[in-house]
């Protein structure tokens, strides 16, 4: 039932920027966490960013510094501002939503980044 709508991936030179977004179609404060992931084919997916509903973010070593997730509410939706991107952060970018109550999680489909010269 709730689903979650993303957008924003491309084509990029290194070091360059994107902004991915995350459009849920319900009241995100309803989800204890919002968490950005990639996966590459061959490899398992992991976790690259992390807000909770306190507002309290989290990111791998391998993004620190050059990106950022953030929520706009009122939007109910979630972002992740990606600069100076490297050709490893190459994936496909996958949100993902938890809910306590009830403890579900839900997944978006992923868009492609493709970091390449």
């Known amino acids: 039932q709730v689903q979650l709508v993303e957008s924003g991936g491309g084509l990029v030179q290194p070091g360059g920027s994107l902004r991915l977004s995350c459009a849920a179609s319900?009241?995100?404060?309803?989800?204890?966490?919002m968490t950005w992931y990639r996966q590459v084919p061959g490899k398992q997916r992991e976790w690259v960013a992390q807000?909770?509903?306190?507002?309290?973010?989290n990111y791998v070593d391998a993004v620190k510094d050059r990106f950022t997730i953030s929520r706009d509410n009122a939007k109910n939706t979630v972002y992740l501002q990606m600069n100076n991107l490297k050709p490893d952060d190459t994936a496909l970018y996958f949100c993902n939503a938890y809910l306590s109550v009830g403890s579900r999680i839900y997944w978006g489909q992923g868009t492609q980044v493709t970091v390449s010269s």
């Open positions: 807000i909770s509903n306190s507002g309290n973010t």
């Open positions: 319900t009241s995100i404060v309803r989800f204890t966490q």
